[in-house]
Nanobody
Framework: QVQLVESGGGLVQPGQSLRLSCAAS????????MRWVRQGPGGNGLEYVA?????????NYAGYVKGRFTISRDNTNSILYLQMNSLQIEDTSVYYC?????RGQGTQVTVSS
């Protein structure tokens, strides 16, 4: 079945980096634009983080992560990435990958001193 599985979350200090991965299966990953979203403040709803075109040539970012986060993809191995640099306490959240009307289970990112 169609499945997205995130990994790579963890506990880091402000200013440090993490790379999230999202392994896709059950569909032709290379045909679909993909995106990262995260749980909103206070656990309310989801907020957009970044998206990438199906071939990886175009990406867009929310203003609060632009210049710090980079979205990329490996269509050969059906993996979506999110490189997160200069992490801030406000980036603490559950991060989800999404595409093809499916969302993964999420991975927790905690930024704390």
């Amino acid at each position: 079945q169609v499945q997205l599985v995130e990994s790579g979350g963890g506990l880091v200090q402000p200013g440090q980096s993490l790379r999230l991965s999202c392994a896709a299966s059950g569909f032709r990953f290379s045909l679909y634009p993909m995106r990262w979203v995260r749980q909103g403040p206070g656990g309310n709803g989801l907020e957009y983080v970044a998206d990438i075109s199906s071939d990886g040539s175009t990406s867009n970012y929310a203003g609060y992560v632009k210049g710090r986060f980079t979205i990329s993809r490996d269509n050969t191995n059906s993996i979506l990435y999110l490189q997160m640099n200069s992490l801030q306490i406000e980036d603490t959240s559950v991060y989800y990958c999404a595409g093809n009307n499916v969302r993964g289970q999420g991975t927790q990112v905690t930024v704390s001193s």
